[in-house]
Antibody, heavy 120, light 110 residues
């Protein structure tokens, strides 16, 4: 059974940092691209970042470029999102998703999300 | 503000057919295939349609997708109460070099 379990969310002050993790199981992790998608409270879905199988290709949304860094460790079946310079508008539920490619590929599995709250 | 526009809401009675539109542009929908996601209340999104008109295994054939030019549509036939939730279209945008989600449509079963 495919499982994606996010962790690392919490309350952080504006300008602070947080590192999200996503533990994957039930599928060959290195054979899939991975993504982060977020959803602000009561709002719609927003794509954040994507990483290819071996980390060769990375795409980031303009809203997080220069502040967030996506990475993966295929040996540990894990995906990460290092978030620096956090702003109030980054407050959201962050989902880890997998896709069969990078770019125009749909996310066929989603985790349950980890909540990030940026507030003083 | 998303580059993909959906109606905020759609509704129907049980058994009816409901259609949700997704309007984009030449750099996204016209150039790439579209996905649709269903988000039931207080749950994570679920892939409903990929490659504009393909259903993942397990998704009922009541759900169907189509694409024409710069627009895409999701149709739900035989509407059921458990279909109540939010629906999002999504596609890669060649100009933005990013994946974009639609504004979302809330489906209500009357």
């Amino acid at each position: 059974e495919v499982q994606l379990v996010e962790s690392g969310g919490g309350l952080v002050k504006p300008g602070g940092s947080l590192r999200l993790s996503c533990a994957a199981s039930g599928f060959p992790f290195s054979g899939y691209c991975m993504n982060w998608v977020r959803q602000a409270p009561g709002k719609g879905l927003e794509w954040v970042s994507s990483i290819s199988f071996t980390s060769k290709y990375i795409y980031n949304s303009d809203s997080v470029k220069g502040r967030f860094t996506i990475s993966r460790d295929n040996a540990k079946n894990s995906l990460y999102l290092q978030m620096n310079g956090l702003r109030a508008e980054d407050t959201a539920l962050y989902y880890c998703t997998r896709s069969s490619g990078i770019g125009n590929y749909s996310s066929d599995y989603w985790g349950q999300g980890t909540l990030v709250t940026v507030s003083s | 503000q998303s580059v993909l526009t959906q109606p905020p809401s759609a509704s129907g009675t049980p058994g009816q057919r409901v259609t949700i539109s997704c309007s984009g542009s030449s750099s996204n929908i016209e150039s790439n295939t579209v996905s649709w996601y269903q988000q039931l209340p207080k749950t994570a999104p679920k892939l409903l349609i990929y490659s504009s008109d393909e259903r993942p295994s397990g998704v009922p054939d009541r759900f169907s997708g189509s694409k024409s030019g710069t627009s895409a549509s999701l149709a739900i036939s035989g509407l059921q109460s458990e279909d109540e939730g939010d629906y999002y279209c999504a596609v890669w945008d060649d100009s933005l070099k990013g994946y974009v989600f639609g504004t979302g449509t809330t489906v209500t079963v009357l």
